[in-house]
């Protein structure tokens, strides 16, 4: 991952696979051109560093030269294309192919035709290393594509995000989030999760998705989800873990720029991990930690026994019952503290303390992440 400016990216394209491509586009121009010497243009900045490789590959006698064009600001294309070189020589009657880094809108190609409009060359022929198709919405055909690539934006192999990225002999595409701390939080009855959780999120700015709130809006709200979670709860079954991840991906995605997650009640299982892992993948992002509070049993049985006078929770008056819960959390949560410490992911916190010193000890493995 790389990050510029305030802009994170991830690998995309390799150098090798970059020069494949512009080897592939160097020999069909060539065997379409046959024995005439073709004008290679080149679209200034962004295709200095793809004309340079391109003329090294191109097989056969060529000449060069470059026009300067400027059309983007930031990661949006404009309309207002800008020339700043334009051509300087006479060109009636040669062939000419417009060397393009990318084409995205196709604006620019749009200003390039204008330019060539008067020029009376044999043949005005376009190619481009990379294509966006589904941003494209022009008609002017395009003669040799390198690849087509997804709508989003990228940089590197000459092409910039705000001046810098230019130099990269790779490409690397904007990622979908950007940098995100995402932890699992963990802890037995009565270790105080709730309040951690609640002093964490104002903190780091994160977003707390507890699976039990997650579960009990959807069911509230009738929505497409939370009735089929209900259908199976209904029947008595456990809901599929697939109808869990779906809901926590909606959530994740309505708070797609935040600066990371706090969840909560999930994962229980090894599976319910795994799931984890590749919905945090599929936003370019990933699980950072699990934290679990550890507090002694006794302390606990004791902290439940004294909010259960209060509470007025059944589950929280009589001993055994927790016990039993906090037996249960422990046999449960052993598998996942394995799964998270084998990738060395698993912090605990010593949940004894005032909430001011717990909150503090949290602090500290969070802000190592
Ligand atoms: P178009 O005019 O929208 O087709 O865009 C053409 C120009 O926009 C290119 O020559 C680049 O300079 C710039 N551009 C388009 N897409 C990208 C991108 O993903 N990253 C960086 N620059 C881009
Ligand atoms: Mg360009």
Do not use: W
């Not at 002017?140 to 934006?153: A, D, Q, R, T």
């Not at 259908?231 to 935040?258: C, H, R, W, Y």
């Not at 906090?326 to 303390?353: E, P, S, W």
């Amino acid at each position: 991952m790389i990050k510029l400016h305030d802009l994170y990216f991830k690998p995309f394209i390799s150098a090798k696979e970059i020069d494949s491509a512009v080897q592939t586009m160097a020999d069909d121009i060539a065997a379409d051109l046959g024995d005439e010497v073709p004008v290679f243009i080149g679209i200034l900045n962004g295709s200095f560093m793809l004309v340079s490789d391109f003329v090294k590959k191109y097989p056969k006698p060529c000449e060069v030269t470059f026009i300067k064009l400027a059309s983007y600001e930031g990661v949006k294309s404009t309309e207002d294309i800008q020339r700043l070189i334009g051509l300087t020589q006479d060109l009636t009657g040669r062939t000419v192919v417009i060397l393009e880094d990318i084409i995205d809108s196709g604006n620019t190609l749009e200003e390039v035709h204008r330019i060539f409009k008067n020029e009376n060359v044999k043949q005005l022929l376009i190619a481009t290393l990379f294509y966006k198709p589904e941003a494209y919405d022009k008609d002017f055909k395009l003669h040799y594509v390198g690849m087509e690539i997804p709508n989003k934006f990228i940089v590197g192999y000459g092409l910039d995000y705000n001046g810098l990225g230019r130099d990269l002999p790779a490409v690397y595409q904007l990622k979908t989030t950007q940098h995100m701390t995402n932890i699992v939080l963990f802890g037995p009855p009565g270790a105080g999760k709730g309040t951690q959780a609640n002093f964490l999120k104002e903190k780091y700015d994160l977003i707390h998705i507890s699976t039990g709130d997650v579960f009990r809006f959807n069911i509230k709200n009738e929505t497409a989800l939370g009735m089929l979670a209900k259908s199976f709860m209904d029947k008595g079954e456990l809901v599929p873990d697939q109808v869990t991840i779906d809901m926590l991906n909606k959530e994740v995605e309505k708070n797609a720029d935040a600066k990371g997650f706090i969840f909560d009640g999930f994962p229980r299982t090894n599976a319910q991990a795994k799931a984890l892992d590749e919905l945090m993948e599929d936003k370019d992002s990933q699980i950072n930690a699990m934290v679990a509070l550890e507090v002694d049993d006794e302390v606990l049985v004791e902290r439940l026994l004294e909010r259960g006078k209060t509470s007025g929770r059944t589950d929280d008056s009589d001993e055994n019952i927790i016990r039993n819960r906090i037996k249960q959390y422990y046999t449960k949560t052993a598998i996942l503290k394995d799964y998270y410490a084998d990738q060395n992911k698993y912090f605990g916190v010593d949940g004894v303390g005032s909430i001011e010193d717990i909150t503090v000890r949290l602090s500290t493995v969070l802000d190592k992440l």
